[in-house]
């Protein structure tokens, strides 16, 4: 899937009028029925099946707050599957709806979206829901993670749910896929595993009389545990081979990291092996998704253990003192939905002073993040078909930056943002008087 680009000097893209804000629409019968049948179009070899769970005790009018894991690009489509006809609509991210001279709006409008910007406060969003379910009468679906997941695992969620399912006042469904991810792992560079069946569990959460009951903690307790995924786990668990020749290609996205001689930015995924070109040990991806060392101790045979591990050592290095991105970028911004503008060029750095720190553009541009502006990091492989992204910014504007000839740092920057957050807060509970928050990014 492709976005609209277009170059454009700085000052004139930041000059572009932003987009009015509108409210949601309700998704009309032709296109619940039109997106039903380009699902079982497109889902097709998926063999799909889902189960349910308490979802009786839900009623057919009622609306309610949908929350999913997000695995890969099947994920909308499953949820279509299983609920439909019931009208819902789905936040979706503000680059969801550029292209086309204004058709992808119109349609993504047209089929329920509320855009919202990844990782960024947008009070705007709470009132839209609030919108849907009192006026329009509709279900709400969200991805919390925000962003695909990288190994397998939850990516953090925002730490204010427990307060929002307070606020908002409505039952709350949790879908869970079951070999979405084994089928299409972002880092696989799009390449599908066709023989993968998907599944799904459809499980009321929570009904409204529970969120009354339970504490802000409880709703928050529960939702981690609803998000306790493990996809490599289930993988095994389950006996499900995946046998594709490429099944390790691009593997090196997460697996930046040799735990044998420390080298960062020398792993290669191609085949089915991972190789540390610092070092020459190898790696292979087996068909049931562990890895095992060819020659010698297999450091890790489970991925997200191996990835734990590199989210550690970046974290070290935040504390020891030693942790600093500092690369060359192409810069995209994104201040309306008409297009992706391209920028120029520019440079970007973070570290756990200032956060992150990007300019360029002859000078013109200079934008700071502090490490506490939010919990999370838009991160992403080959975004829209382009090249590997790292994204921050504000509700005025996104930067999307595309790190030149750098080499794998997309992981280990999500990761380092993610700790920094971890780290502040930290420093903030335990001395409240010695620093001063920043705004964050906790929707």
Not at 329 to 351: P, R, S
Not at 361 to 387: F, H, M, R, V
Request: neutral net charge; aromatic residues 10%.
């Amino acid at each position: 899937m492709k976005i609209s680009v277009k170059t454009l000097p700085y000052e004139q893209a930041m000059a572009l009028p932003r987009p009015e804000h509108k409210d949601p629409k309700k998704i009309s019968l032709f296109w619940r029925n039109l997106i039903q049948g380009l699902t079982w179009f497109g889902m097709a070899g998926t063999k799909f099946e889902y189960e349910t769970e308490r979802m009786e005790l839900l009623p057919k009018d009622q609306p309610c707050l949908i929350l999913m894991n997000h695995s890969c690009f099947l994920d909308m489509q499953i949820v279509h599957r299983i609920l439909y006809p019931r009208h819902f609509s789905i936040i979706a991210t503000s680059d969801s709806f550029v292209g086309l001279g204004g058709l992808m709006n119109w349609v993504m409008r047209q089929i329920g979206c509320i855009p919202t910007q990844k990782f960024v406060t947008d009070l705007t969003l709470i009132r839209d829901m609030q919108y849907c379910f009192k006026e329009l009468k509709t279900s709400v679906l969200m991805y919390p993670e925000a962003s695909y997941s990288f190994d397998g695992t939850c990516t953090p969620l925002p730490r204010k749910m427990g307060v929002i399912l307070k606020k908002l006042d409505v039952p709350v469904v949790m879908i869970e896929s079951f070999g979405a991810f084994s089928r299409n792992p972002l880092y696989n560079e799009l390449q599908v595993r066709k023989g993968v069946k998907v599944t799904a569990k459809a499980t009321l959460l929570y009904t409204r009389e529970e969120i009354k009951e339970k504490s802000v903690q409880e709703l928050s307790d529960g939702l981690d545990a609803a998000f306790g995924f493990d996809h490599f786990r289930w993988q095994k668990e389950n006996g499900i081979e995946i046998h594709d020749d490429f099944r390790a290609d691009g593997l090196n996205r997460i697996l930046y990291k040799c735990p044998h001689c420390g080298a960062e930015g020398k792993m290669e995924g191609r085949g089915v092996h991972l190789t540390c070109h610092g070092c020459g040990k190898k790696w292979e991806l087996t068909p049931l998704g562990e890895m095992r060392a060819l020659e010698g101790e297999t450091e890790f045979s489970h991925i997200p253990d191996w990835y734990a591990w590199e989210r550690e050592q970046v974290r070290q290095e935040i504390l020891d003192g030693t942790y600093r991105l500092d690369l060359d970028v192409d810069i995209g911004m994104l201040v309306d939905i008409k297009h992706i503008y391209m920028v120029g060029q520019g440079h970007l750095t973070h570290d756990p002073a200032e956060g992150f720190t990007l300019t360029g553009c002859d000078g013109k541009l200079n934008y700071t993040q502090k490490p506490q502006a939010c919990y999370g990091l838009y991160a992403d492989y080959y975004w829209y078909e382009i090249a590997d992204m790292i994204c921050i910014g504000n509700n005025d504007v996104l930067y999307y930056c595309f790190p030149k000839n750098a080499g794998d740092v997309v992981a280990k920057t999500r990761l380092a943002a993610e700790e920094m957050y971890k780290l502040y807060k930290g420093r903030k509970a335990r001395s409240p008087g010695k620093v001063v928050a920043g705004a964050t990014n906790e929707m």
